[in-house]
């Protein structure tokens, strides 16, 4: 629940009858914990209202300055820092470290990873909290909730999901706190259940020391996640399915057929460790991957792509929809499809934000609704360790060396492309041709099933093969109720009338080599040209406007650049009042015979898109 940042709504200190209601709420909810004791009148008690990155909303509860309860959905959970001063009022299981590594990035923990010790697992019922300890110690490093009784692990063969981690040590709740490791604390179940025969020896190390982590073959794996040893190559199958990447060096403690974590709720299953043939598939393991958790990595390849070979530190400060739709759709795979609405960030800003926690890159808010990235880091680990697919992406931008070549991009002329939508009114005559409503039709398409209907019905008038009969069907289809009656129509008006009667759309095929033109939409209406605009400010002089430069894929700053160099004149990007209008150029002086230049001969850009040229300077005079 914690695995990310969160965001704090409020930071209050509590009042007195809040404070006494908490105490209530604590007493009925873990009758085990003295409330009067954990909850004392004079300490320093606050409560944050927060946010998680799931839309949570979840209230913290600090107590000179360390969380110690969270409440969610009106249940109150401990957290690691009071456990660590009441330690038995939980029931506890135990892990090993490596699987506290993956449930600190949200994993849940898995049964082959939980330790059996000879006295048994504790008495745990069905959706009941637990806490999490390390063999070491006896202090919780987390706490969740369980799956199944403890009697059903057993029955399982300690296969399948455990416990359902809500909180653990490192998380983002834990940091809010004094950032305090854990304490050295006996296991009170070891040391209820020993007879008294043994009470003379080390309860920790006599029921504890003989459990150990099967690290040895693991130990072998180099920095690359291979191993030198020929039979540890299932070691390294199973982390990669465990863990859902490749080049992850953590542990595997448990020697089950099962993986140990489950990332982001995923179950996955690997092979043995214990070097047998039982080795996970990769085409297997992808099929077990949610769509969602696909998606997150596919955008995560696209941004290190991006940061990598396509943004320059002088194209910042970059807004962050012209970064998403200039740099990291280009750098999609061409036989994927990236979209962050089918990501588990559900926006692009999210997933800003969680990159900016991972020091990837620093997005600054200018204003409400106006977010830029000003800085990047090429030196991260994880940028310096990808490595760009060859030939596989829609960017077609050479690199040499992890740089952009400073090459000019080849634009060619866009295509736009008219297509008709079937409407309620037309469809009777279309559905013949197999057309439902709301499909989309060329201009021939509509003339071919047009046409097709009347051969069908043989309406084509027999004395003049010019005009068209117009049976019931045909007439309601193409004329309006407030037109006369006809009882014939010529094939260019029959035509013509269905075109009216249809919706219509286009689709625009971009000439940018850094768009990735499978990805454009069907779009209703015709296409926006690109508008120009001259104004007078303040003595009396001339300013050029330019908007819609967007539509097609071109950069408004790099626009701006380029006219700024071409005229030698100060040129400025702003965004147009309301949201999603776009951006517009401003450019000192009339440059409107230079802005025409620009668009035709250098991004190919026909006349017929460009509104305004009319008010270009006359020949003679000066600008």
Not at 265 to 271: L, R
Not at 390 to 395: C, I, R, W
Not at 531 to 560: C, H, M, Y
């Amino acid at each position: 629940m914690f695995r990310k940042d969160f965001h704090v709504k409020s930071n209050i200190a509590i009042r007195g009858s809040d404070r006494r209601k908490l105490r209530s709420n604590l007493a009925e909810q873990l009758p085990s914990l003295s409330a009067d004791e954990v909850i004392p009148n004079k300490d320093a008690m606050t409560v944050k209202k927060v946010f998680t990155h799931a839309d949570y909303t979840v209230m913290v509860y600090c107590l000179n300055g360390d969380p110690v309860f969270f409440e969610w959905e009106k249940q109150l959970y401990p957290t690691v820092y009071l456990l660590w001063k009441y330690p038995g009022i939980l029931p506890c299981l135990i892990t090993w470290p490596p699987v506290l590594d993956k449930m600190v990035g949200g994993a849940d923990l898995m049964l082959p990873g939980v330790v059996v010790p000879s006295f048994g697992l504790p008495e745990i019922a069905k959706r009941q909290l637990c806490a999490i300890c390390l063999p070491d110690s006896g202090a919780p490093v987390a706490i969740g909730i369980a799956t199944m009784s403890s009697a059903d692990m057993i029955a399982s063969g300690m296969k399948g999901k455990g416990v359902q981690t809500l909180h653990c040590y490192k998380d983002f709740l834990w940091k809010q706190g004094s950032k305090s490791n854990p304490p050295t604390i006996p296991f009170p179940n070891v040391q209820s259940t020993l007879s008294e025969e043994d009470s003379g020896a080390n309860p920790q190390t006599n029921e504890l020391s003989e459990v150990k982590p099967p690290t040895d073959d693991i130990q072998q794996l180099n920095l690359n996640g291979t191993s030198a040893e020929p039979n540890s190559t299932s070691i390294n199958e199973q982390l990669i399915a465990a863990t859902g990447a490749e080049g992850d060096t953590a542990e595997l403690p448990a020697a089950s057929g099962e993986s140990v974590v489950e990332g982001d709720g995923v179950t996955e299953t690997g092979g043995a460790t214990g070097g047998t043939e039982d080795i996970v598939e990769d085409e297997e393991v992808e099929d077990d991957i949610p769509p969602a958790v696909k998606m997150d990595r596919l955008l995560y390849q696209c941004l290190l792509h991006s940061l990598k070979c396509k943004v320059k530190k002088s194209d910042l400060p970059l807004l962050t929809s012209t970064f998403y739709k200039n740099h990291i759709l280009p750098c999609c795979p061409r036989n994927q499809t990236l979209d962050v609405k089918k990501s588990s960030y559900k926006k692009f800003s999210k997933f800003l934000q969680a990159m900016q926690q991972e020091h990837l890159l620093t997005v600054k808010t200018e204003k409400k609704g106006v977010d830029n990235v000003v800085d990047i880091d090429r030196s991260h680990p994880d940028v310096r360790a990808f490595e760009i697919p060859e030939g596989d992406t829609n960017d077609e931008d050479e690199v040499q060396g992890g740089k952009p070549t400073n090459s000019e991009a080849v634009w060619s002329s866009p295509e736009i492309k008219e297509f008709f939508q079937v409407t309620t009114k037309m469809l009777p005559v279309l559905k013949c041709a197999g057309y439902r409503q709301g499909a989309w039709m060329t201009a021939e398409e509509v003339r071919k099933a047009v046409t097709d209907y009347v051969k069908q019905e043989e309406l084509a008038d027999k004395n003049d093969r010019r005009l068209v009969v117009l049976d019931p069907v045909l007439h309601d289809a193409v004329m309006k109720k407030t037109e006369p009656s006809t009882t014939h129509l010529a094939w260019d008006k029959l035509f013509t009338r269905s075109y009216r009667e249809l919706t219509r759309g286009h689709q625009l095929v971009l000439g940018n080599p850094g768009i990735a033109t499978e990805n454009q939409r069907m779009k209703k209406g015709n296409i926006e040209p690109i508008e120009l605009k001259i104004q007078r400010k303040a003595g009396n002089k001339l300013v050029t406007l330019i908007t819609r430069l967007e539509t097609f894929g071109i950069d408004p700053k790099d626009f701006s650049h380029r006219i700024q160099k071409g005229v030698s004149a100060s040129s400025s990007v702003s965004a147009l009042p309301g949201q999603g209008q776009g951006q517009q150029v401003l450019v000192q002086g009339n440059q409107v015979n230079y802005v025409d230049k620009l668009l035709t001969e250098h991004y190919k850009l026909p006349r017929k898109y460009i509104r305004g040229l009319e008010l270009a300077p006359k020949s003679g005079k000066r600008r």
